[in-house]
């Protein structure tokens, strides 16, 4: 069946010398993956492979076969052409990181048209602004809330955040646990928009901390999940 529809670049891997298999989340589908044939050798093709750098904005005309097997693109073209993301080398960072964990945490392969508009819009505010510094942090834990695991926020003075469990706890138990310095900033993010992540303060040690526990988070809940392998870059630009 040929689709017409949005679609978010989350992965391309060179395929022999000339092809590209594409990974990418659709308004239409959910996760799909196509090969892309000589898209690497084509100088006057429809496809260009700079439209599939990660995270990128599309519009695409496809065949989508849907048996489980690589579809084809017939067309593509840039519906929001960024104008930082790409270039300034912390975007560009968080941009490998959260395309990688959108990559390793989505896995359904069906319309979801609340996560694709949340996904999308945070891409564009991204783009737009300067003050990002916590940006992934909440943009993870908002992500939680369309992949079915957002923190309970009932309890909140409670000093403790049980992981496993994701409810705040009044003592520590033997799960893993958000504590100490990590508790307050992880709290000051719950139900804020990206508008207001300005206000949030948070050490750059503390930081790298909050985020291991929040991609544990992620691990616990989500069946197969990967660390991405991107983190130790993205720590090293904040430093």
Same mark, same amino acid.
């Given at each position: 069946? /040929?689709?017409?529809?949005?679609? +978010? #670049?989350?992965?391309? *891997?060179?395929?022999?010398?000339?092809?590209?298999?594409?990974?990418?989340?659709?308004? $239409?589908?959910?996760?799909?993956?196509?090969?892309?044939?000589?898209?690497?050798?084509?100088?006057?093709?429809?496809?260009?492979?700079?439209?599939?750098?990660? &995270?990128?904005?599309?519009?695409?005309?496809?065949?989508?076969?849907?048996?489980?097997?690589?579809?084809? +693109?017939?067309?593509?073209?840039?519906?929001?052409?960024?104008?930082? *993301?790409?270039?300034?080398? +912390?975007?560009?960072?968080? #941009?490998?990181?959260?395309?990688?964990?959108?990559?390793?945490?989505? /896995?359904?392969?069906?319309?979801?048209? /609340?996560?694709?508009?949340? +996904?999308?819009?945070? @891409?564009?505010?991204?783009?737009?602004?300067?003050?990002?510094?916590?940006?992934? *942090?909440?943009? @993870? &834990?908002?992500?939680?809330?369309? &992949?079915?695991?957002?923190?309970?926020?009932?309890?909140? $003075?409670? =000093?403790?955040?049980?992981?496993?469990?994701?409810?705040? #706890?009044?003592?520590?138990?033997?799960?893993? *646990?958000?504590?100490?310095?990590?508790?307050?900033?992880?709290?000051?993010?719950?139900?804020?928009?990206?508008?207001?992540?300005?206000?949030?303060?948070?050490?750059?040690?503390?930081?790298?901390?909050?985020?291991?526990? #929040?991609?544990?988070?992620?691990?616990?809940?989500?069946?197969?999940?990967?660390?991405?392998?991107? &983190?130790?870059?993205?720590?090293?630009?904040? =430093?």
């Amino acid at each position: 069946m /040929q689709v017409t529809t949005k679609a +978010i #670049v989350l992965s391309s *891997l060179k395929y022999g010398d000339t092809s590209l298999i594409v990974k990418a989340l659709t308004a $239409s589908d959910g996760i799909k993956s196509y090969l892309l044939k000589g898209v690497l050798a084509s100088k006057k093709g429809k496809l260009k492979a700079a439209y599939f750098f990660p &995270l990128m904005q599309l519009e695409i005309t496809a065949v989508h076969k849907n048996k489980g097997t690589l579809e084809n +693109i017939r067309e593509a073209k840039v519906i929001h052409p960024y104008t930082t *993301l790409h270039t300034n080398i +912390i975007k560009n960072s968080l #941009v490998l990181f959260i395309a990688e964990m959108l990559g390793n945490s989505i /896995q359904e392969q069906q319309q979801d048209e /609340q996560l694709y508009h949340y +996904i999308e819009g945070a @891409l564009s505010w991204l783009d737009k602004n300067n003050q990002i510094t916590n940006f992934h *942090l909440l943009f @993870l &834990l908002n992500l939680t809330k369309h &992949l079915g695991f957002y923190p309970d926020e009932n309890h909140t $003075s409670k =000093d403790y955040f049980d992981l496993l469990e994701g409810e705040f #706890v009044a003592r520590p138990n033997l799960n893993p *646990l958000i504590t100490n310095e990590n508790i307050s900033p992880f709290k000051a993010l719950l139900g804020i928009n990206f508008d207001t992540l300005s206000s949030i303060r948070i050490a750059k040690a503390d930081r790298e901390s909050l985020l291991k526990s #929040v991609i544990l988070y992620f691990e616990l809940h989500l069946h197969g999940f990967r660390k991405p392998k991107s &983190l130790a870059v993205l720590n090293a630009v904040f =430093d």
